[in-house]
């Protein structure tokens, strides 16, 4: 009997150690924010990370990356960003205050934790790992959807003396073989490294369409306070978001499109001798087709052409014909109890960014607060 009880108390441990009222799945800035609001509620959670540091998908990206926003909007709820509240931070700072946020509210981060498989079980979920599954009441999955680097094709016809990469895999200048650079997609990406590319003495190219820029500098005082006070807290905050006309209206073209250039200009491509091509349409003798017929000489070309969701992982029917989930503001609609939160345009414009992800995490965990008192509510109904 005795021995019984004692294999039923480890089993029930067992089960304790593996079920939480909620799995987080992303520790970027996203999760972070999740955990904090979840924090607040006293629910049992964690935040699996599959990166081996919080942050580092920030330092995974090119070295002279800096954010596009001023530290004051780059903060997560309840630690303000150090430094110069007008300035713009690197990546690597980004990435640690990241790590500094995760330690300073003690969130249950765990690091290294590649998802494998999400899927249902019973009126709740399982999670996959490598060695292991966890289930939870809930889940939000707190990452973008831009996962998995999108390379054309095509690249693979290229002779095999261009040097090509994505941009994810794009660092320095230090990268490329001498001579001259193709950079495929002219999306913020695309024109920031083709700009570093030409100061750095690469005659540089960068093909596709016109995605349009802002009217004024970000960088100056002016730019500063139209940034600030009309583009991110007004119209990307309040005005383009699902629940106005404008927003329903311009939502489906942000979504399939890139946004226009922020910070770059192409006056600042033009004066460093960056040249302007349409889009790469195919290959001709191991060189880039372009759409006007003419061939993208290039002894190095970067893909600048994006990211697919990455979300293969997800066992759940909750995708549309274009392979995105569907939800409202984050709130899955045909899988209870599952969310996300740092989707483009998840509620409004501001959706990806940092400024944005704070208050989209607020309101997913207001209804995942909702749903686990009705939950208990109801065992305790049935005790």
């Known amino acids: 009997m005795g021995k019984e009880l004692f294999e039923a108390g480890e089993a029930l441990r067992e089960l304790a150690d593996t079920h939480y009222d909620v799995i987080v799945i992303g520790g970027g800035q996203a999760g972070l924010s999740v955990g904090h609001h979840l924090a607040r509620r006293g629910l049992r959670f964690v935040i699996l990370e599959s990166n081996d540091r919080v942050g580092d ?28 509240p007008a300035s713009f931070p690197s990546k690597d700072a980004m990435a640690d205050y990241l790590e500094q946020y995760a330690r300073h509210f003690r969130l249950p981060v765990r690091t290294g934790a590649r998802v ?33 680097p999108r390379v054309p094709a095509l690249a693979a016809e290229l002779d095999d003396s261009v040097v090509q990469m994505h941009s994810s895999e794009y660092r320095s200048p230090a990268q490329l073989a001498p001579g001259s650079v193709l950079v495929v997609g002219a999306g913020n990406s695309g024109a ?8 750095a003495g690469f005659a540089t190219t960068l093909a596709g369409r016109d995605v349009g820029q802002l009217p004024f500098r970000v960088g100056g005082l002016w730019g500063r306070l139209l940034l ?31 946004g226009p250039l922020i910070r770059t ?27 006007d017929g003419s061939r993208g000489n290039a002894d190095n070309v ?48 501001s959706s990806s960014m940092v400024h944005g992800v704070g208050r989209d995490a607020a309101r997913v965990v207001s209804k995942v607060g909702a749903r686990a008192r009705a939950h208990h509510s109801g065992l ?4």
């Open 380 to 383: 305790q109904a049935s005790a």
């Open 228 to 258: 600030v006070r009309l583009v991110l807290r007004v119209i990307f905050h309040r005005i383009v978001t699902v629940r106005t006309p404008i927003g329903r209206a311009m939502r489906p073209t942000v979504l399939r499109h890139s």
């Open 265 to 291: 200009k192409w006056a600042d491509l033009e004066a460093v001798g960056v040249v302007r091509a349409p889009r790469v349409s195919g290959v001709r003798d191991g060189l880039p087709l372009l759409e």
């Open 302 to 349: 970067i893909w600048c052409t994006g990211y697919d969701a990455g979300f293969s992982w997800v066992d759940l029917p909750i995708f549309d014909e274009d392979g995105r989930p569907e939800h409202e503001s984050g709130v899955a609609t045909r899988a209870p109890g599952l969310y996300f939160v740092g989707l483009t345009f998840l509620h409004s414009l």
């Open 57 to 84: 998908s920030w330092r995974k990206r090119w070295d002279s990356l800096t954010l596009f926003t001023p530290a004051r909007f780059d903060a997560l709820p309840g630690l303000p960003f150090p430094g110069d």
């Open 116 to 148: 494998s498989r999400l899927s249902m079980q019973g009126s709740g979920y399982r999670v996959e790992l490598e060695r292991e599954v966890l289930e939870a009441d809930q889940v939000v999955i707190a990452m973008a959807g831009y996962q998995q």
């Open 192 to 199: 920031e490294i083709a700009l570093e590319l030409a100061r």
